[in-house]
Antibody
Framework: QVQLVESGGGVVQPGESLRLSCAASGFTFNNYDMHWVRQVPGKGLEWVAFIPYDGTNKYYADSVKGRFTISRDNSKNTLYLQMNSLRVEDTAVYYC??????WGQGTLVTVSS | QSVLTQPPSASGTPGQRVTISCSGS????????VNWYQQLPGTAPKLLIYSNNQRPSGVPDRFSGSKSGTSASLAISGLQSEDEADYYCAAWDDRLHGWVFGGGTKLTVL
């Protein structure tokens, strides 16, 4: 059974940093591409970042390019999202997702002064 | 504004069949597979359909997906009250190098 568990969310001030983690189990993590997707409560889904199974070519949404970094540690079955220079508009629930396997339960990031 | 276009709402009565459309372009739906996600109130999105028409184990066969050209559809037959949720389509976009979503369709069971 696929399980993705995010952690690391919280309340920070504008300009600060956070690192999200996503622990994967129930599937062969190192065979699968992964995504981070976010959702402002009550709004739609917004893709944030992508990393292929081998961690090579990464892609980012324009809204986070240059501020967020996606990475993975296949030896630990864990996906990461390093978020720097956070803005109020980054406030959302962040999900890790494997497109054809499933999503985590999400972790809330609140950026507020 | 979302890259993929879905109707904002849909409705049906119990037992009815409803369809939700998802329109894209040659760089996304036209050249990649489509997934559908169901989001019940207050919960995370759940994979409903992958690779255009494949159901993960545990998803009832009342749910089916199809794709033609640059459009895709989700059909729900034998509508039940527990199907009331938001539904999203998604596909990789080769031009944007990103995963694009529809704006979501809120399904109401009358």
């Amino acid at each position: 059974q696929v399980q993705l568990v995010e952690s690391g969310g919280g309340v920070v001030q504008p300009g600060e940093s956070l690192r999200l983690s996503c622990a994967a189990s129930g599937f062969t993590f190192n065979n699968y591409d992964m995504h981070w997707v976010r959702q402002v409560p009550g709004k739609g889904l917004e893709w944030v970042a992508f990393i292929p199974y081998d961690g090579t070519n990464k892609y980012y949404a324009d809204s986070v390019k240059g501020r967020f970094t996606i990475s993975r540690d296949n030896s630990k079955n864990t996906l990461y999202l390093q978020m720097n220079s956070l803005r109020v508009e980054d406030t959302a629930v962040y999900y890790c997702a494997q497109a054809s396997e499933g999503w985590g339960q999400g972790t809330l990031v609140t950026v507020s002064s | 504004q979302s890259v993929l276009t879905q109707p904002p709402s849909a409705s049906g009565t119990p037992g009815q069949r409803v369809t939700i459309s998802c329109s894209g372009s040659s760089s996304n739906i036209g050249s990649n597979t489509v997934n559908w996600y169901q989001q019940l109130p207050g919960t995370a999105p759940k994979l409903l359909i992958y690779s255009n028409n494949q159901r993960p184990s545990g998803v009832p066969d009342r749910f089916s997906g199809s794709k033609s050209g640059t459009s895709a559809s989700l059909a729900i037959s034998g509508l039940q009250s527990e199907d009331e949720a938001d539904y999203y389509c998604a596909a990789w976009d080769d031009r944007l190098h990103g995963w694009v979503f529809g704006g979501g369709t809120k399904l109401t069971v009358l």
